[in-house]
């Protein structure tokens, strides 16, 4: 009797911590393990740059300190950044270049792409295949005759140093060469039979169709050209016409001793219209690479 007794107790006990554990685990939600751990991986990758922020207001004594708190210095570090080291004139020239490289290798990607999917010409095969081969070729390699080509052309020194060399996009053909693929054949032949032409084809059918990929790309070229250094500071000379990546050099050099405000100061501001870039064009960019059986 005393067995049974004590058989029932344990029941009682082991089904009323069942009871308590369904409820602690109905009170956390089922992907809240998922979310600590995407709040702390964003915690670890946004410090650096919420360090930078803070370093960007403080003197060299504030960060020897460890201070984990804005300082008073900002003023007097953006003086220094954007009016005595002129770094405003390099984001400038950069936010030319990379919209101008950026719309050029735009539309020339566009009228690859249309090329190799509605155009029948010898030897296309052979082309798309070169184009895929130059995908493997980083810039550094290329530097050499880029720098003869554009010294051949009297181009040094100038803007066109710095925009035509890198017009043409193996990456861009390529994507928008997939993306038409994926387009039915019937649009091009209804085109054809209206009497529409190639151009008026692909600005009226095919480019309100590929809004999310120039998105996608357009975001990547402007980044990349922004953030070149070794091709500006090879073929370009004089301040005017710097890039800003060159430029933030000049808050490193020149002085006794380093300034750590200053300089984070000029590296978060060069982050800005990247930033700005990747915020307007967010959508079309998560859209342009996304896989779908609509797409």
């Not at 702390?40 to 410090?47: E, H, N, Q, V």
């Not at 994507?175 to 008026?200: C, K, M, V, W, Y």
Request: charged residues 10%; glycine residues 6%; proline residues 4%.
């Amino acid at each position: 009797m005393a067995s049974e007794t004590q058989t029932v107790a344990q029941s009682q006990a082991a089904a009323l911590g069942e009871v308590r554990e369904t409820g602690l685990r109905a009170l956390i939600p089922k992907r809240a393990y998922a979310h600590v751990l995407l709040w702390l991986a964003c915690l670890i990758i946004g410090f650096p740059l919420f360090y930078a922020i803070l370093v960007s207001t403080q003197t060299n004594s504030n960060v020897y300190a460890y201070q984990f708190y804005p300082g008073t210095n900002f003023a007097d570090n953006w003086a220094k950044v954007m009016i005595e080291r002129g770094i405003w004139r390099y984001m400038v020239n950069s936010v030319f270049i990379a919209i101008a490289v950026t719309f050029g290798k735009t539309l020339l990607s566009l009228l690859a792409g249309m090329a190799f999917v509605y155009f029948r010409f010898p030897g296309k095969w052979i082309v798309f295949g070169f184009v895929l081969i130059t995908l493997m070729m980083p810039t550094e390699i290329l530097i050499i005759a880029l720098f003869r080509f554009v010294n051949d052309l009297n181009w040094g020194n100038t803007y066109f140093a710095l925009i035509v060399p890198f017009l043409a996009s193996a990456t861009g053909s390529f994507l928008f060469r997939q993306h038409f693929a994926n387009i039915p054949a019937e649009l091009s032949e209804s085109a054809q039979l209206d009497g529409a032409t190639p151009l008026q084809f692909l600005f009226r059918v095919l480019v309100p169709m590929s809004w999310n990929t120039i998105g996608a790309l357009a975001v990547i070229q402007f980044v990349y050209v922004w953030n070149m250094y070794l091709w500006p500071a090879l073929v370009i000379q004089g301040q005017d016409r710097q890039v800003v990546q060159v430029g933030l050099r000049t808050l490193i050099g020149g002085d006794a001793s380093l300034s750590f405000g200053p300089l984070m100061l000029g590296a978060v501001a060069a982050s800005i219209p990247p930033l700005i870039v990747f915020i307007l064009l967010q959508k079309q960019f998560m859209s342009g690479f996304a896989l779908s059986r609509d797409k």
